[in-house]
């Protein structure tokens, strides 16, 4: 059901007693803020701009589109951060861990997905539910005073009358950085003489077998070779204003991260850990990963292989690694520029803009990185909202839980002079009471297993008593 909104006033489903609250961008982070607030019986007005306004990095308009990786990274949540965040949404109800687990791909240790089937689940689950009303327009500035409570969930590639209104009102210029996209191949153009399936240590993941990965190995020779190609190739050249945006640490285009030094890319994407060479029985010099990208497995991306490379250069460049001497390119990579806030300055413990409060903020303007963590803040905005509208008190989650610790950093527990985004990591929770009369307190694995306990033990009392969106499959 598509239904275009009176934009004047706060009008919407008259469905029962609390008005609606108004949510802007129908990526992940609104896409899970509208299901927790229908969940907890809150009318929501979703307004998504496309297809009617397209973005730089958009091709489709349906909501939740993956626009980079079509990973959610690990889905491990005794040893993995992220796989922490992704139980605990889980456990929450979750719209965009529901529809990952419905649509997962093989990848190893990671939950990775098909980014189409995935979004169609997402928006017929949205565009069915009878308390959301989606709103296929553009809300050109800052949204009405008439409408009492808002969540901005527009992503990092906000529309420039909305980004320079919510300037204007904070008296702060957001940051900004350049997000890499990383090509994708299809899978019958790969040379499977030089290249091989393996997942790292073999390890078994979610829908996996042990073998998700298309490894393409080089040697001492060819990675040096490949390195110098990376650094003389021609780049794509940005505008005069975009030449002092900063890159974000955790996603480097290769040519950058290349410049770094000889074996940067060795000790980090390109690392083979954990591999085997079938052809040697060694492990190679280093190894470029493909991770399945589509359910018919046709498709496959290039881990942490973003990059700025002119297109004709990354055909030729990318050619170079044996095994893709005659791969074919269902996309290349690329660039888009993300904006986001200064949170820790500008929004409260609850998401919401302290010059403005009906206004609250959700996604990767928050100045949070990666899927995951954009659809975490989205779910825990959409609490908050719908707390707020239904007159029940709602604290922010423990900062012992993956969700509490995103939250605290990006609403204080961060440096607002030297912000910049962050991935869900064990170093934002606070540290784990030791263990009387014991002399050596856990570390590695243990220190993680006994964060991971507290944290899900912690999540289940905050969700306690909670209104709990119900299962969509």
């Not at 889905?75 to 139980?87: C, F, I, P, S, T």
Request: glycine content about 10%; proline content about 8%.
């Amino acid at each position: 059901m598509t239904i275009t909104a009176d934009l004047s006033v706060d009008s919407g489903p008259s469905r029962g007693a609390a008005a609606p609250v108004h949510v802007v961008g129908a990526g992940l982070a609104g896409s899970e803020a509208a299901w927790q607030l229908a969940g907890a019986g809150v009318p929501v007005i979703l307004h998504e701009m496309r297809p009617l306004r397209m973005t730089e990095a958009h091709k489709t308009d349906a909501c939740a589109e993956l626009v980079c990786s079509n990973s959610f990274r690990s889905d491990d949540a005794r040893n993995n951060a992220v796989g922490l965040l992704h139980e605990e949404m889980r456990r929450a109800g979750s719209l965009i861990l529901a529809a990952g687990d419905r649509h997962k791909l093989p990848a190893g240790g990671a939950l990775a997905v098909d980014r189409d089937d995935f979004a169609g689940a997402v928006t017929a689950a949205l565009t069915a539910h009878p308390l959301i009303t989606l709103d296929r327009a553009e809300v050109p500035g800052l949204p009405p005073e008439t409408w009492s409570s808002v969540i901005v969930a527009t992503g990092p590639l906000t529309a420039p009358g909305l980004a320079e209104a919510i300037g204007q009102l904070t008296g702060e210029e957001s940051l900004a950085f350049f997000d890499a996209i990383a090509p994708i191949v299809y899978r019958e153009t790969i040379d499977f003489e030089r290249a091989w399936f393996q997942s790292r240590y073999d390890k078994v993941g979610p829908g996996g077998t042990g073998r998700d990965y298309i490894n393409c190995p080089l040697d001492a020779q060819t990675y040096g070779a490949f390195i110098q190609a990376l650094l003389t190739a021609r780049k794509t050249e940005f505008k005069d204003w975009e030449a002092s945006t900063p890159y974000f640490e955790g996603c480097l285009p290769i040519e950058v991260m290349a410049a770094r030094g000889p074996d940067t890319l060795r000790f980090g994407p390109m690392k083979p850990v954990g591999l085997t060479d079938p052809a040697t029985g060694r492990r190679p010099h280093a190894v470029v990963q493909l991770r399945q990208d589509n359910a018919l497995g046709t498709l496959y991306n290039m881990v942490g292989f973003q990059t700025k490379l002119a297109y004709g250069e990354q055909t030729r460049v990318l050619r170079m690694i044996p095994g893709l001497e005659r791969a074919e390119f269902a996309r290349l990579g690329g660039l888009h520029r993300n904006t986001f806030l200064n949170s820790p300055r500008l929004l409260d413990g609850r998401l919401r803009l302290k010059a403005a409060p009906r206004l609250r903020f959700a996604g990767q303007i928050t100045g949070v990185e990666g899927y995951v963590e954009s659809a975490a803040i989205g779910l825990l905005a959409g609490r908050f909202a719908a707390a707020d509208r239904l007159g029940r008190p709602l604290d922010p989650p423990p900062a012992t839980t993956a969700l509490g610790a995103l939250l605290g950093h990006i609403t204080g527990g961060a440096d607002a002079a030297t912000f910049q985004p962050m991935n869900i990591n064990f170093g934002l929770m606070p540290p784990l009471d030791p263990i009387p009369d014991v002399k050596r307190q856990p570390r590695g694995p243990e220190r993680k297993a006994r964060l991971s306990d507290r944290a899900l033990a912690d999540v289940d009392g905050w969700l306690s008593g909670q209104p709990q969106p119900e299962p969509v499959w």
